[in-house]
C-alpha cells in the first residue's frame, strides 16, 4: 500500500465550478502537507503548504488537513481554463524539504 | 519566486552513451539540490540529494554509479545518466529548497525538467 493515495482522475468540470481535490495518507507522523501544480511537460510548481491540521486560504484556493482522518484537501473556486494542470499533493514528516512523498496526481481539466 | 533552470529541456541518445543534465539555481544559493524521475501518470520519485562540496546521498534501490550526481558549486548540480538504456527513458527534475528565511527549508523550488529518451 502506497503512503500516499490521490485519485488520478482525470477530472473534468465546467468554468466557474468548485474543485475537489484529495489524498489520503497512512503514515500518522507526517506533519508538513502541500500541493503543487504541474503543466504539462514542466516542473511543480508549489501551491500552499500547511502544517498540522487546520485550514489554509490563498485567493481562489483552499487546502485543508485533518490528521485525524489522515485526509487533505484542496479546493479550487471559480475554476479557470487556466488551472487545468495536474496537481500533486505531497507530505512529510520532518523540515527537509526534499523528503516529501508526493501522490500520483490528479488531472484536471477546466472547460471554458 | 525563486528560480530553477534545467539544460537541457529534451534529449534523445542512443543506448549505451552518456547524458548530463544540468540544474542549476539563478537567483539563490543551495547548498543542496534533490533530483527525482517521474514516469508518466506518476508520481515524482526521489532518486538522491546533490550536496555541494561532499558525496551526493542516493536513495534506496538507486545505482550510485549509473546515476552520477557533482554538485559542483552553491548553483549548478548535474546529473550524469551513465551507460543510457532505454528502460532509463523518464522526465528528470531537480528542485532545490526555500531557505531563505533563515528557518527550517520548507519549500522547494522544481526545475522545469528533462525529458530523456533512450532509443
Known amino acids: 500500500q502506497k503512503e500516499v493515495e490521490q485519485d488520478p482522475g482525470p477530472l473534468s468540470v465546467p468554468e466557474g465550478a468548485i474543485v475537489s481535490l484529495n489524498c489520503t495518507y497512512s503514515?500518522?507522523?507526517?506533519?508538513?502537507f502541500m500541493w503543487y501544480r504541474q503543466y504539462s511537460r514542466k516542473g511543480p510548481e508549489l501551491l500552499m503548504y500547511?502544517?498540522?491540521?487546520g485550514n489554509k486560504e490563498d485567493g481562489r484556493f483552499t487546502a485543508q488537513v485533518d490528521k485525524s482522518s489522515k485526509y487533505i484537501s484542496l479546493f479550487i473556486r471559480d475554476s479557470q481554463p487556466s488551472d487545468s494542470a495536474t496537481y500533486l499533493c505531497?507530505?512529510?514528516?520532518?523540515?527537509?524539504?526534499?523528503?516529501?512523498?508526493f501522490g500520483d496526481g490528479t488531472t484536471l481539466t477546466v472547460k471554458p | 519566486g525563486a528560480v530553477v533552470s534545467q539544460h537541457p529541456s529534451r534529449v534523445i541518445c542512443k543506448s549505451g552513451t552518456s547524458v548530463k543534465i544540468e540544474c542549476r539555481s539563478l537567483?539563490?544559493?543551495?547548498?543542496?539540490m534533490f533530483w527525482y524521475r517521474q514516469f508518466p501518470k506518476q508520481s515524482l520519485m526521489l532518486m538522491a540529494t546533490?550536496?555541494?562540496?561532499?558525496?551526493?546521498?542516493?536513495e534506496q534501490g538507486v545505482e550510485k554509479d549509473k546515476f552520477l550526481i557533482n554538485h559542483a558549486s552553491l548553483t549548478l548540480s548535474t546529473l550524469t545518466v551513465t551507460s543510457a538504456h532505454p528502460e532509463d527513458s523518464s522526465f528528470y527534475i531537480c528542485?532545490?529548497?526555500?531557505?531563505?528565511?533563515?528557518?527550517?527549508?520548507?519549500?522547494?523550488?522544481f526545475g522545469p525538467g528533462t525529458r530523456l529518451l533512450v532509443l
Open positions: 528542485s532545490a529548497p526555500d531557505s531563505g528565511t533563515g528557518g527550517p527549508a520548507l519549500t522547494q523550488y
Open positions: 503514515n500518522s507522523a507526517f506533519q508538513y
Open positions: 500547511t502544517y498540522s491540521s
Open positions: 505531497a507530505m512529510r514528516h520532518n523540515t527537509n524539504a526534499g523528503k516529501s512523498t
Open positions: 537567483d539563490f544559493q543551495a547548498t543542496t
Open positions: 546533490s550536496n555541494e562540496g561532499s558525496k551526493a546521498t542516493y
